[in-house]
């Protein structure tokens, strides 16, 4: 059975035979090929690929997706390499692509795309595609119930990096996420990546409602709620909530994703509602 699809980059990715040696540069990607079948034809990981995490810790680790060991990728002899443009250097896919090896790279800067983009990976690879169908089927469900409710949005902060606070763009997935499920970030991180740096003091002056700190990729802690000490001194009406928070949901699609919207959906109508948000 062949198959082909035009990646992010604009290159057409034409397989003759479903790929049997698969190495994955991308977490989230590689928990849904898993998730849908083709992971026994996964070869090789990144070494942030945790889940799931049994079938994963047996495979070897090819460095870390910012700085993947291309001659170890390349020992393996893949078929097929999936990438993401997010998480993955231009010049690492070049390199891989000089060596005659197909790469696949992803680019999902909302919600609706990572969803429909899943399912198009999933039929190139030879998955089960009606698993990745159920993922976006039940995600798009959810978005229609958080629509339909049409409150108005949270003011919300969630850094992804500490030294220096780091907050997603806009048109990315995490951004896109939080915004369905009823958010609105206080500092948007416009800047030419896809993650910049922001000024604490500034994004507190902006008077969130929640402040987001998730595991990953820094993994905040309780630890880290001292940073915040000098912010929570203030009249009850400037107070915030500071929600500890599981990384994978906001940034890991696939699978994730129905679960992410219901849970970030529901802490939001928590914060609306002035009832306590747990962590």
């Not at 690929?49 to 001659?71: F, H, Q, R, S, Y």
């Not at 409710?149 to 995490?174: E, G, K, L, N, S």
């Not at 994004?203 to 912010?231: G, I, K, N, T």
């Amino acid at each position: 059975m062949s198959a082909a699809a035009i990646d992010a980059t604009g290159a057409r990715v034409a397989l003759t035979t479903p790929p049997r040696r698969i190495v994955s540069l991308v977490p989230s990607l590689t928990e849904a090929l898993f998730a849908t079948g083709a992971g026994p034809r996964v070869v090789a990981v990144t070494r942030y690929c945790e889940e799931p995490a049994g079938e994963v810790a047996t495979l070897p680790k090819v460095g870390g997706t910012k700085n993947p060991d291309i001659a170890a990728i390349l020992a393996l002899d893949p078929d097929l390499i999936v990438a993401s443009s997010e998480e993955n250097r231009e010049e690492d896919v070049h390199a891989l692509r000089a060596a005659g090896v197909p790469v696949f790279v992803t680019h999902y800067p909302t919600v609706r795309a990572a969803l429909e983009g899943i399912v198009e990976l999933i039929a190139l690879v030879g998955g089960t595609v009606e698993i990745a169908a159920r993922w976006r089927d039940e995600a798009k469900r959810m978005l229609d119930v958080l629509q339909a409710q049409h409150q108005r949005p949270v003011r919300y902060f969630c850094p992804i990096w500490r030294r220096p606070y780091m907050v997603a763009r806009r048109d990315t997935y995490m951004a896109d996420l939080l915004a369905l499920a009823g958010g609105e970030s206080v500092v948007p991180g416009d800047g030419p990546l896809h993650y910049n740096a922001v000024d604490l003091a500034e994004a507190m002056a902006a008077r969130p409602e929640v402040v987001l700190l998730p595991s990953e990729p820094y993994p905040f802690s309780a630890r880290h709620l001292r940073d915040f000490a000098p912010f929570t001194d203030v009249p009850a009406e400037r107070c915030c909530t500071i929600v500890l928070c599981d990384g994978k949901l906001l940034t890991w699609y696939g699978p994730r994703t129905p679960r992410a919207l219901a849970y970030f959906g529901g802490l939001f109508a928590r914060a609306r509602a002035n009832m306590p948000l747990g962590s």
